[in-house]
């Protein structure tokens, strides 16, 4: 990835076609390996795993072309200026793949799902300010035509955030 390239979304992941990246034991081992530390020499993974050092970076590399996997440095938001977080629930008309694309091309927007229930997407963004909330929900967002309403849910407190789901 280069500096300043945002990593793949979900959505980009999804994308991937499952059957030209089969996933055996091994290389399930070896994301599980990197989930729980992506700085973690190929030689320790490959040690965990049964691998040599060279086959363990050339299956990681063949993941990463792939899709399958990125390996990023997850940071605390609020070490970096970011004092306000919060989840959007937005409802939509008409398309709700084009409303979430426009919505995900938005910097300051981290996560963005289409989902079924009460909202038709929800996007998560991480702010400096309730000021520049407020921006992004009257600006941009509540800009946008086909977005009816939107609902609002500013996190107080963050209890857990785990990316280490494993591969089941």
């Known amino acids: 990835m280069q500096a300043g390239e945002r990593p793949a979304t979900l959505a980009d992941m999804a994308r991937t076609d499952p059957a030209s990246a089969p996933l055996d034991r091994v290389s399930k081992a070896i994301i599980e390996q990197l989930q729980r ?27 990463l072309d792939q899709g399958v996997v990125q390996v990023v440095a997850v940071s605390n938001p ?8 919060a989840m959007i629930g937005l409802k939509v ?3 709700m793949e084009t409303v979430a694309s426009r ?22 963004v991480v702010c400096e300010s309730d000021e520049q909330l407020l921006s ?26 785990t990316y280490q789901w494993g591969t089941r």
Do not use: H, N, W
Not at 112 to 124: N, P, Y
Not at 140 to 145: C, E, S
């Open 93 to 95: 008309e008409g398309s």
């Open 78 to 85: 609020l070490q970096l200026g970011f004092t306000r977080a």
């Open 103 to 124: 919505i995900a091309a938005m910097p300051e927007i981290d996560y963005v799902v289409v989902t079924a229930g009460s909202f038709d997407l929800l996007c998560e």
């Open 37 to 63: 530390d992506g700085r973690a020499p190929y030689a320790t993974i490959g040690k965990a795993v049964g691998l040599s050092e060279a086959a363990v970076r050339q299956r990681v590399q063949r993941m």
């Open 136 to 161: 992004i929900l009257q600006d941009r967002l509540r800009a946008i035509p086909e977005v009816k309403s939107t609902e609002t849910f500013v996190y107080l407190k963050l209890l857990k955030q």
